[in-house]
């Protein structure tokens, strides 16, 4: 069974630094990873995903993911964050099968951004 | 905008009372998922349909029942049987069944205990 680990549960970093959130993954084939943001009280909004190809992902405001397979990573970045990105983030995988299974998600790492 | 609605975004239930947290979605979307989420935890999946009349349990069905009678709709119920059901749910859908598609998600409802 796939399994996903988030080992940062709450980072904080300053306005305008860069960011690194980490995810590692457990899963005997190829896996498709997806990462998501949530704000308080609201649903979950996809970030980027990647199944195959270029392991480095773009993603939408500014986010980008790298797929290390030999250290079963996906890490996801961003150069420099804005205030606005103060939210909890979600690292997903994906069964490579039917999907029947859904996603199994990671603990989520908690992100506060100082002024 | 199509999206997925869930309904409402509060609910409380009393001891011994079953409740029922409504899903929509005008995707067009195959297959329906519902999720509890609570603090540290992530999300653990609760049942999942992906096709209409029928539906599978996740990994914490206990207390929990659906049903698919249409494409558009997976309503969960939270029976009294489910001894902690203080927690916010979390409703997606995506398309066709290949692991490849992410999942669209609700804004959750958030049900509490009186």
């Known amino acids: 069974a796939q399994s996903v680990t988030q080992p940062d549960i709450h980072i904080t970093v300053s306005e305008g630094a860069s960011l690194e959130l980490r995810c590692n993954y457990s899963?005997?084939?190829?896996?498709?990873l997806f990462w998501y943001v949530q704000s308080p009280g609201q649903g979950l909004q996809l970030l980027l995903k990647y199944f195959s190809g270029d392991t480095l992902v773009q993603g939408i405001k500014g986010f980008e993911a790298e797929f290390k397979r030999s250290q079963s990573s996906f890490n996801l970045r961003k150069p420099s964050v804005h205030w606005s990105d103060a939210a909890e983030y979600f690292c997903?995988?994906?069964?490579?099968?039917?999907?029947?299974?859904?996603?199994?998600f990671g603990s989520g790492t908690r992100l506060q951004v100082q002024p | 905008d199509g999206g997925i609605t869930q309904s409402p975004k509060y609910l409380f239930r009393k001891e011994g009372q079953n409740v029922t947290l409504s899903c929509e979605q005008n995707?067009?979307?195959?297959?329906m998922y519902w999720y509890r989420q609570d603090p540290g935890q992530g999300l653990r999946l609760i049942y999942y349909s992906q096709i209409v009349n029928d539906f599978q349990k996740g990994d914490i069905a206990e207390g929990y029942s659906v049903s698919r009678e249409k494409k558009e709709s997976f309503p969960l119920t939270v029976t009294s049987a489910q001894k902690n059901p203080t927690a916010f749910y979390l409703c997606?859908?995506?398309?066709?069944?290949?692991?490849?598609?992410?999942?669209?998600f609700g804004d959750g409802t958030r049900l509490s205990i009186l």
């Open positions: 997903a995988v994906g069964a490579g099968d039917t999907g029947r299974r859904a996603l199994t």
């Open positions: 899963y005997g084939a190829t896996p498709y």
């Open positions: 997606a859908s995506k398309t066709g069944f290949s692991g490849v598609q992410p999942q669209h």
């Open positions: 995707l067009n979307h195959d297959a």
